[in-house]
């Protein structure tokens, strides 16, 4: 038997760090119930039923059952590029074949649409876009902090259970992260970036210095993707080589530091 494990990725910036934060998801820890099949606030409900003798925490929890059932909840208020931790914490009593269960999530813009976000795609249908450990039928938690893309505005949090097995969800958590805001120093006199949003893959930079500018781009997992420097007043940047999405811009000249958040579209 697997020992239990946490799986936590946290996929924040150097720049901001999380403390406590509030609370988004309705009744994640299924103490209310309509009925004995239909945990309040949750919008879709499918082979599921109140379960009182094995749970993480308080009173109840959610039995599911498969086959490619889903128990799901829709969460407004999206702030795109803010910070949100999602906690599962799971138990499967009966398993099939190890592709039994797994978290099955996206964003959603406002039309209502999903949005496709390679930076959490695989973390919101993880981990890694594939299925739950079972770990031995111990109680596990699986937890991940992820930023939300550009154009957000919604995320649809639902679990999904597969044909043959039995789990019980509790103690679900969808936490928007206080954070120290994105760092948005500016040391660098005259300094200027511009156009934000980056609509045609040009960027231009510029200051009232003629010194060396060290200019680098993170993307949401705190990776650098593009670095390159100059010298002048202004120089234009091509970030062809840039996925659509948000990005720290820092940029450092004789010894001081401008940063803020860019957009690429």
Request: with cysteine; charged share 20%; hydrophobic share 35%.
């Amino acid at each position: 038997m697997k020992k239990n494990y946490v799986i936590t990725l946290l996929v924040l910036f150097c720049f901001g760090i999380s403390s406590s934060g509030q609370e988004m998801l309705l009744n994640g820890d299924f103490e209310n119930w309509d009925d004995d099949n239909s945990p309040t606030s949750w919008t879709k409900v499918e082979n599921t039923s109140k379960e009182a003798t094995e749970k993480h925490g308080g009173s109840f929890s959610a039995k599911h059952v498969g086959g490619t059932k889903d128990l799901g909840q829709t969460i407004s208020g999206i702030i795109a590029g803010d910070s949100y931790t999602i906690t599962v914490w799971y138990k499967v009593a009966v398993e099939a074949d190890g592709s039994d269960i797994r978290i099955w999530s996206y964003w959603k813009d406002s039309s209502n649409g999903s949005i496709s976000d390679d930076a959490t795609d695989d973390l919101i249908r993880g981990p890694n876009n594939s299925y739950f450990d079972n770990n031995g039928g111990a109680w596990t938690k699986y937890e991940v902090t992820v930023i939300a893309p550009t154009n957000a505005v919604g995320f649809y949090f639902e679990l999904r259970t597969y044909s043959g097995a039995t789990v019980y969800w509790d103690d679900l958590s969808f936490v928007k992260n206080t954070t120290a805001s994105v760092d948005t120093r500016n040391n660098i006199i005259g300094f200027k970036s511009y156009p934000n949003p980056v609509t045609k893959n040009q960027l231009t930079i510029s200051s009232n210095s003629t010194t060396k500018k060290e200019v680098v781009i993170y993307n949401l997992l705190g990776k650098k993707v593009l670095k390159t420097s100059f010298y002048g007043e202004k120089a234009t940047i091509d970030v062809s080589s840039i996925h659509s999405g948000i990005y720290m811009l820092r940029v450092l000249e004789d010894g001081k530091q401008a940063s803020k958040k860019l957009v690429v579209k």
